[in-house]
């Protein structure tokens, strides 16, 4: 069975995978010509359908469903390709951009194929110049060699990628931020509806996708969306890259088949915990993501069983937290992201978010009150009322939402070493 | 001051790539920096002129990013990711040892406009825990005395072009996967190296 898609010929060829004569000589751009050559339009999103793949961005939406979205009549169509990866804890979409960047391209032009689309963006945060020359450089070696620009491998589709850098905001991964951004706007979210698939780049019909969702197209093409869909659990088909980070031996980019455990993941792949300590806690789907705890290392890992935990797969970056973390520092280091990164339109998240940060910073320098302790679950509730999973919104965007993550996480859980804090004047660790 | 004829010529070309003109504001902030090192008044009028906005829109768009700064930045900008995942591996330290070997504070520039040094938030190597970034080129694996040597370096070699391969084999650790073949081209300012951009520059 096949157990990776996405890595192997990085890892295979880890000099040159990036080049174009190198992707080329390992099967590269075959699915494209096929494509071109011998299919339609729509039996090439139904092969992408068919593969049942979720969104690797975060929301875990299905693609075949979003790409159905689109109204039949309305053109142009805007492809994005969302590589804003902000999400604190994830860096896979970067070893894509960076090791294997002609898997994307081409993956690219057969969703564009498919949604008779001619115009794509690539969205890569300003932080990531690196990745974005290399997926650059690949754009260039395509146009070269025919894979893109105008008759494409002497066909009548055309097609033109452009590389978009951000500039230094986490919430322009959303994708209505994004598209606000591409057009020279603030990167701020728009209220959906309507969604981009109907009013997206200039109010045109629009489909925003992850960088690792597109990069497994090529893949469903070759050897066809069933075959990506026999592979993994229900609900969480195909293979998926973990970015594993924190307190572990073997950090780095894990590409898995869901369905195993927290502990093949964080024992196994990760090789445990340095110095052999004791786990704490891990957060599994990004800084958004609410805790997990010891008991839970048995529990499988997919979607859907880490849904039924109250917590998310997100953007699968997995955090992990030994004896030795101050939970108070740890929640109140993600707080000051979420604070920092709001992009002020709901006052629930400007205000709350900034107020969270503050009473962590002082309950982790040892001044807090006893009372702060409710009232850091009182203003969480004012951000997201119930304190729910998922949660309930009273923000455009989950960003709101997303710092109060960390705060019941510790506050449920760890509200003995809270409390020490505050009684001890400190960290008791 | 106004732009040569061939930032002139990469901005059209630039705009051209989108359905509309506004769309290449973002590219052509990073333009304006390259122009004068940081992103000024005149730039921002530069950039209006172009996309077609206003001068006080595109200062609307540039104050809403972290990486438009308005202010005077250092030749080399020195971000230190304070993140979860960096803190949790002593990033706190790293940022400490960094605006020491500088003598630069967290968000402050030098005198001398050689070093601007700030806490970034997750840059994307966690990985690589803890990550700096010098105008945005990336080094991995970084201890509080490897940052401090990384600084001493820039002062004293003062490179042109800050390569990302080259600050990783002489200062680096742990990274987050294998890098691939090294870059030969690297960053000039405190922008991001970007070819369509005319911002990256040959190193080696
Ligand atoms: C605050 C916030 C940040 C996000 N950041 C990213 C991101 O960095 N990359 C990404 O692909 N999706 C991100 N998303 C999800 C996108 O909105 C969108 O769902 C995704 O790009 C769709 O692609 P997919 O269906 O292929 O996952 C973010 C969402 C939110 C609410
Ligand atoms: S929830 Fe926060 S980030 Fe999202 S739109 Fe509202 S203010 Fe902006
Ligand atoms: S937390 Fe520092 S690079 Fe991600």
């Known amino acids: 069975m096949t157990d990776r898609i996405l890595t192997t010929r990085m890892d295979a060829h880890p000099a040159d995978s990036n080049v174009l004569a190198r992707y080329e000589a390992t099967g590269g751009y075959a699915a494209l010509r096929t494509a071109l050559a011998s299919k339609t339009p729509e039996e090439i999103a139904a092969e992408v359908k068919a593969s049942n793949i979720r969104g690797r961005g975060g929301a875990n939406f299905p693609a075949g469903v979003k790409w159905g979205f689109l109204p039949p009549e309305t053109r142009p169509r805007y492809l994005v390709v969302n590589g ?85 905001a986490y919430i322009c991964g959303e994708e209505t931020a994004l598209l606000n951004s591409l057009e020279g706007r603030r990167g701020e979210p728009r209220i959906k509806p309507p969604f981009p698939a109907v009013e997206g780049l200039y109010a045109k019909p629009t489909i925003v996708n992850n960088v690792e969702t597109l990069s497994n197209v090529p893949f469903m093409i070759n050897q066809g969306g069933a075959a990506y869909d026999a592979i993994g659990p229900e609900g969480a088909r195909g293979t998926r890259l973990f970015s594993l980070s924190g307190h572990v031996r073997n950090p780095g980019n894990k590409e898995i088949v869901m369905g195993m455990t927290w502990r093949d993941l964080i024992y196994g792949l990760g090789g445990g915990i340095p110095e052999d300590r004791a786990i704490k806690a891990w957060i599994p789907g990004g800084a958004s993501a609410p805790w997990l705890l010891p008991e839970h290392l048995d529990e ?10 109250k917590t998310m797969l997100g953007s699968g970056a997995v955090v992990v937290m030994d004896e030795t973390t101050c939970v108070v520092k740890a929640a109140h280091r993600i707080v000051r992201f979420f604070a920092h990164e709001s992009c002020g339109q709901c006052t629930p998240c400007r205000e709350g978010g900034s107020w969270l940060e503050r009473m962590l910073a002082r309950i982790e320098s040892g001044d807090g009150r006893m009372m702060d302790l409710d009232l850091l679950l009182d203003v ?19 960003l709101g939402p997303s710092a109060t993550a960390p705060v019941t996480s510790i506050m449920w859980h760890f509200r003995n070493e809270v409390e020490a804090h505050i009684t001890g004047g400190g960290c008791p660790l | 001051m106004t732009w040569s004829q061939k930032t002139d010529e990469r901005a059209q070309a630039i705009i051209a790539r989108y359905p509309d003109p506004r769309s290449a504001t973002m590219p052509l902030l990073y333009l304006a920096m390259h122009e004068d090192g940081h992103l000024t008044e005149d730039g921002m009028r530069e950039v209006a002129a172009r996309v077609g906005l206003t001068p006080a829109q595109v200062q609307s768009v540039a104050s809403f ?94 490179p042109e072009v800050v390569l990302g391969d080259e600050m990783q084999e002489l200062f680096g650790g742990q990274r987050s996967f294998e890098w691939g073949p090294s870059e030969t081209a690297g960053a000039v300012g405190p922008f991001p190296a970007f070819e369509p951009y005319g911002t990256a520059k040959e190193g080696r």
Request: with cysteine; proline share 5%; hydrophobic share 35%.
């Open chain 2, 65 to 158: 990013y972290t990486m438009y700064k308005r202010d005077r930045t250092g030749r080399y900008l020195v971000s230190v990711c304070t993140s979860i995942s960096c803190m949790l591996l002593g990033a706190d330290d790293v940022l400490a040892a960094v605006s020491e070997e500088t003598g630069v504070a967290d968000g402050d520039t030098d005198e001398d406009g050689l070093f601007s040094v700030e806490h970034a938030e997750c840059i994307g190597a966690c990985g690589g825990a803890p990550a700096v970034q010098v105008n945005y080129e990336l080094v991995e694996g970084v201890t509080p005395e490897q940052g401090k040597a990384l600084c001493a370096w820039l002062r004293e070699a003062r």
């Open chain 1, 300 to 309: 499988p890992v997919t979607i859907d069983d880490v849904g039924r935990l």
């Open chain 1, 84 to 168: 804003d990866e902000s999400e604190p804890g994830t860096f896979k979409d970067r070893q894509l951009l960076e090791r294997d960047p002609h898997q994307l391209v081409e993956g690219i032009a057969l969703s564009a194929y498919a949604l008779d689309v001619r115009q794509a963006f690539v969205y890569i945060r300003g932080e990531y110049p690196r990745p974005a020359r290399r997926l650059q450089r690949a754009i260039d070696e395509a146009y070269e060699a025919g894979y893109l620009g105008t008759g494409i491998l002497g066909s009548g589709f055309d097609l033109d990628i452009t590389v978009h850098l951000g500039g230094g």
């Open chain 1, 380 to 398: 969480s509730d004012n951000i997201s009322p119930g304190l729910t999973w998922p949660p309930k919104m009273t923000t455009i965007c989950p």
